[in-house]
């Protein structure tokens, strides 16, 4: 059972001790499923399985359950007596260990229950069975005496969990923005998810392209009314009345939902699950949950009693406006599924207005706001491509009404940028946008600088000679001057160029009285992150990341989220990465229209990759494989925005580290063609670091020597020394990466050293390395930092393999693990081959330190 492994772990304990499980969740948690799955496995170790179900129009019929079942059943149609049913039950179970399964044991029949009860106490037969979460404790354990019994809670499913188990069940992958929005929508219930995407693809609103399943239409629709009023049958007419109101209005605080309803009403709704409270500063936010509820309410309820709801909140609110729309941040952790589910509203909503006042003034200066609208919030390029088409006259030279040329400017880069990213014709953009600059005027300076970035990420290499001198004309514009220097900061960096880049934006922030857009803001965090300044970087990137959850701002989040997990990764610091990783990756791809922007997410899904890879999760890391593989968006020339990173990861973890190192210089090669020079040096280090040979450095040194940034040139110390078995120089290059916060590469470091005098025969000097490694080792946080660079801590073993390995450890000859597997020597030859190459160690004592991480694959 994958998606609920923990879970199946603690339930089998319980049963296996002999203590009944009562599995909790509410309609659509999976209860069934996981009852089910549970007996399966338990049935696979030799348990006798009995399964009953109760059902709610029988649950007042004694033994009605048991009955339905095939026991307790005379000829005469009457049931018998308790003891009988006991004995029956007892007598048709066989030897061993058995289970019984109630299925909605809430339905059961109370005499049924007490012939379970029964066999519990005398013969230790353990009961599993699922219910409903109820506001108050269940009344069946207490009532029945079942004795002790253990609760499972079955919680919302991770965004991770809810794709693997949608993607299992249909049989085919869903793009991430379909599986953002199930996944907000049903706030991880499975059975809610399951229900839109079925009635989805039945009804044409979700389709299967080219192998993948997507929708560019509203989940909602009539079929799904029965899935959600399951959920609200349990409410009482109050809670109902409070629940619609708080549908209706949308976000509010405590206090002013209190004046709609009463609190032990909202109590009663929090503890059924349908509504969230979110802190918010010093407040509570409440929300209606899952999602799914909102729709219901809004599209199902008729005419009349929508007025009478609105009256009522008119005479209910007071005049000053005390319904608060999601304006305060809500706080990273608390729900994942509500936040995704509040940026969503708030795009739309965005979208609605915007669409509103072009209906109503068809202006260029009203064109551009609901074109960005619509790029926001919905995936659909025909959409886009009507909204561009509708506005296209306004923008003509010859018009008598002809737009001011800033908002001319504005318009032709907004469509090169639509062109390049969602039709992917870049080439066609960038000369569209460099023959229309001749009619804009002042402003032609902003589409030439936007055709600048497009070729930068898109084409490759760039050439940025045709740009305007930013700071040789007087009269030149200050928006265009700062169209100008972004995007030479962007070429710079991408180059390389550091101290160029840093230029630029200096520039910017004297032009704009130090107001960065977000792209310049992730710029300076880049470069922070490349000059080795961690702390700073990391700050930055999370006031980035706060500030856009501020403004529900996904394509602000995910950038800075990159930031700063590529600040962490670089050091080897795994541990925080996933922990960014996991909200990050259920705001699905909110790619952005600037420059950077667009590589957000595709960022993300790389790191998520090689973090899984890194702890073992092998179905999470091909997951995330095989979606990369689906993008559409291109390899970009910024850090960590290349599929190679996962690639390379998945090879090395495998222990093909050869494969690994060529894969990330094949990747560096490609990115020096295109004038990527820094994403370039950043894989030749990596290549190093897998297969440190003198034959690699010789061929990479000359490139990347020249790449400024200290994250670039202390790596390559780092790998140079390695290379060169130079323990002085690793010793030293230790303490300083120490100093700077670089405990991964110092770990690294000593590691390194301590093999180099090791293998020069000086054991003192290697055992004092091994000591300062253990030193700073201990004053970190523990399950952090990943010393091992790309060679993982997780090895991936066969199962033949992690079974040599296991006898090598324990100190068996290699005939006496022949003899043992029934395998020739050599065979038991190539595989400790293998298991030795795989996990880098070198002699077969020490294999008992790598077999604990070793897991076994295919």
Not at 216 to 245: F, N
Not at 247 to 260: H, N, Q, R
Not at 472 to 493: C, F, K, N, Q
């Amino acid at each position: 059972m994958s998606l609920r492994r923990a879970e199946t772990e603690i339930a089998i304990a319980a049963i296996g001790d002999g203590i009944s499980l009562e599995i909790v969740g509410g309609h659509g948690s999976g209860r069934t499923t996981f009852l089910n799955s549970l007996g399966m496995q338990l049935a696979s170790r030799s348990f006798h399985v009995v399964s009953l179900h109760g059902v709610r129009p029988l649950s007042s019929r004694p033994l009605a359950a048991l009955n339905v079942a095939g026991y307790a059943a005379r000829a005469d149609g009457r049931p018998s007596g308790i003891d009988t049913v006991l004995a029956e039950l007892v007598d048709r179970l066989p030897q061993g260990s058995s289970l019984i399964t109630v299925d909605d044991g809430d339905y059961l029949d109370e005499m049924s229950w007490g012939v379970l009860a029964a066999l519990h106490a005398r013969h230790r037969v353990p009961i599993a069975f699922t219910r409903l979460a109820r506001p108050a404790c269940s009344a069946i354990t207490s009532s029945f005496g079942l004795g002790e019994v253990s609760t499972l809670e079955l919680r919302p499913l991770r965004f991770d969990e809810l794709a693997t188990a949608l993607e299992s069940q249909h049989g085919g992958p869903l793009d991430a923005s379909t599986l953002s929005q199930l996944y907000a929508r049903s706030a991880g219930n499975i059975g809610l998810a399951c229900a839109m995407l079925e009635s989805g693809l039945r009804e044409g609103r979700i389709e299967t392209r080219n192998g993948v399943i997507t929708t560019d239409q509203s989940l909602w629709a009539p079929s799904l009314v029965q899935a959600v009023e399951r959920l609200i049958d349990p409410l009482t007419p109050e809670q109902r009345g409070l629940l619609e109101l708080l549908a209706f209005v949308g976000v509010l605080d405590v206090e002013t939902a209190d004046l709609l309803g009463t609190s032990r009403d909202l109590e009663q709704l929090e503890d059924l699950d349908l509504v969230k409270l979110l802190p918010s500063g010093d407040r509570q936010l409440v929300s209606v949950s899952p999602p799914l509820v909102v729709d219901y309410f809004r599209h199902f309820v008729r005419p009349a009693r929508r007025l009478r709801l609105i009256r009522t909140l008119r005479q209910t609110l007071d005049p000053a406006g005390r319904v608060v729309l999601p304006a305060a941040r809500v706080q990273a952790g608390e729900s994942a599924a509500q936040l995704v589910h509040l940026i969503h509203e708030r795009q739309e909503t965005r979208a609605v207005i915007a669409r509103s006042e072009w209906d109503r003034s068809r202006t260029l200066r009203s064109a551009i706001p609901y074109i960005e609208a619509l790029s926001e919030a919905t995936r659909a390029t025909a959409d886009i491509d009507a909204a561009f088409e509708e506005s296209a006259p306004l923008v003509d030279a010859e018009a008598p009404d002809r737009a001011p040329d800033d908002l001319r400017a504005a318009w032709h880069a907004l469509r090169a940028v639509h062109d390049a990213y969602n039709h992917h014709k870049p080439e066609e953009a960038v000369r569209r946008l460099r023959a229309d600059a001749a009619t804009a005027g002042a402003y032609a300076g902003i589409m030439l600088a936007c055709a600048v970035e497009i070729e930068l990420e898109l084409i490759g290499p760039v050439d940025d000679s045709g740009l305007p001198d930013p700071d040789g004309d007087d009269e030149m514009r200050s928006a265009v001057r700062i169209a100008i220097h972004r995007a030479r900061a962007l070429v710079a960096l991408v180059r390389g160029e550091l101290a160029a880049s840093e230029r630029h934006l200096a520039a910017i922030r004297e032009i704009s009285g130090e107001e960065l857009d977000l792209v310049c803001s992730a710029l300076v965090a880049m470069i922070l992150a490349l000059r080795s300044r961690t702390t700073e970087a990391l700050a930055l990137a999370r006031a980035g990341i706060e500030s856009s959850r501020l403004r529900f701002d996904a394509v602000g989040m995910q950038t800075f989220a990159a930031i700063a997990s590529f600040c962490r990764m670089a050091d080897g610091n795994y541990g925080e990465v996933e922990e960014i990783l996991d909200e990050m990756m259920s705001l699905g791809d909110s790619s952005g229209r600037a420059p950077l922007t667009p590589f957000a997410h595709l960022s993300l899904t790389i790191m998520s990759s090689v973090t899984s890879s890194r702890r073992g999760r092998r179905a999470v890391a091909d997951q995330r494989d095989a979606e990369l593989l689906r993008m559409r968006t291109p390899d970009g020339p910024y850090p960590t925005t290349q599929r190679s990173w996962a690639f390379g990861q998945s090879l090395a973890s495998r222990g093909e580290f050869p494969e690994a190192a060529d894969e990330f210089s094949r990747c560096g090669d490609l990115l020096w063609a295109r004038g990527a020079r820094l994403s370039a040096a950043l894989a030749y280090n990596s290549a190093l670091e897998i297969d440190p040979s003198t034959e690699r450095l010789a061929r990479h040194a000359s490139r990347i020597e020249p790449v400024e940034g200290a994250l670039v040139q202390d790596t390559f110390e780092h790998v140079t020394a390695v290379v060169h078995s130079d323990g002085p120089a690793l010793l030293a290059n230790a303490d300083r990466f120490a100093d700077g916060g670089r405990y991964g590469l110092a770990l690294a470091s000593l590691s390194a050293a301590a093999k180099s005098f090791a293998e020069a025969g000086d054991d003192a000097s290697a055992a004092r390395a091994r000591d300062r490694h253990r030193r700073l080792r201990d004053t970190l946080q523990p399950d952090t930092f990943d010393a091992d660079r790309f060679r993982t801590t997780y090895v991936e073993l066969t199962a033949r393999e992690l079974e040599v390995a296991r006898y090598a450890a324990a100190g068996l000859t290699n005939q006496q693990i022949a003899d043992e597997l029934v395998l020739s020597v050599r065979t038991v030859e190539s595989h400790l081959h293998r298991v030795m190459r795989k996990t880098g160690v070198e002699r077969r004592h020490h294999l008992k330190k790598v077999i604990g991480s070793a897991g076994a694959g295919t």
